[in-house]
């Protein structure tokens, strides 16, 4: 009996043993899972923090690079604009001294000799006529009172005849006695007028506008003569001639 007890007391203890082992046992392991869940929670905070640092840099440099291409953009702007500034005061102190290109003379002036032709071809220029249209007007006022010549006098008056073109004083009464500017407004007035009418004396068709197109100061001084004029034949080469010298002297 008492040995039954015995093994029965043994059983008991054993069982307390076993009991108390797993108990520490399940205490160790539950530990050890509260570390490793510690430690992952952890992990990840570090990461975290890593992340964030990155991230910080990363948005203060590109915070840095844009200041830097702010300031060299702002940098370039004045420096262009302070180049365009001098340029403008160096044009400004330096003009510049080259002529444009021109196909004709300038206005020729007044002083000196032939100032009342150059008075005439400056005026018959104001008016938009062709370098070859003036030398060939010019060619036949220098017929009617510059005795083939620039020096031309427009108040050599006759018994029938006035002025540069030595208008009809029987059909043009009004320019009797005119200044040198009435005469180059009346040769404006009645140009087109006397050209449309008896153009054809030159050539057949012949008008204003046709007359203003010729190039050449010859075809110009004798469709003027045959047209405006109307004068006798025998002077018509007199006037291409003269035609030619008001060229060459006013346009070169």
């Known amino acids: ?76 702007t004045t420096k262009e604009t302070t180049t365009k500034i001098s340029t403008t005061k160096a044009a400004e102190n330096h003009p510049a001294t080259t002529k444009p290109i021109t ?27 062709s370098d070859a249209v003036c030398a060939g007007i010019m060619g036949n006022i220098m017929a009617e009172v510059g005795g083939q010549t620039l020096n031309i006098n427009p108040y050599s008056s006759s018994s029938s005849y006035y002025g540069m073109c030595q208008w009809s004083k029987r059909y043009y009464p009004q320019i009797i006695g005119g200044s040198l500017e009435d005469q180059c407004d009346f040769l404006r007035d009645t140009i087109r007028k006397e050209i449309n009418t008896y153009g054809s004396n ?25 047209a405006y004029e109307r004068c006798g034949s025998g002077s018509y080469g007199v006037r291409q001639s003269n035609a030619v010298k008001a060229y060459q002297y006013f346009v070169g």
């Not at 030159?202 to 045959?226: H, I, R, T, W």
């Open 1 to 76: 009996m008492k040995k039954h007890i015995y093994f029965i007391i043994a059983i008991v203890l054993a069982l307390a043993l076993i009991t108390t082992l797993c108990v520490k046992a399940g205490s160790e392991s539950g530990n050890k899972k509260e570390t490793t869940t510690i430690s992952e929670a952890y992990i990840p905070s570090e990461t975290t923090t890593l992340l964030e640092t990155s991230t910080t840099t990363e948005v203060e440099t590109t915070k840095e690079a844009t200041t830097i291409e702010t300031t060299e953009r702002e940098e370039s």
């Open 202 to 226: 030159y050539a057949s068709g012949m008008n204003y506008e046709k007359f203003l197109q010729l190039d050449d100061p010859q075809d110009v001084a004798l469709c003027f003569a045959k």
């Open 103 to 129: 196909t004709t003379k300038p206005e020729v002036s007044n002083s000196g000799s032939y100032a009342e032709a150059t008075q005439v071809w400056n005026y018959m220029k104001s008016l938009g006529w």
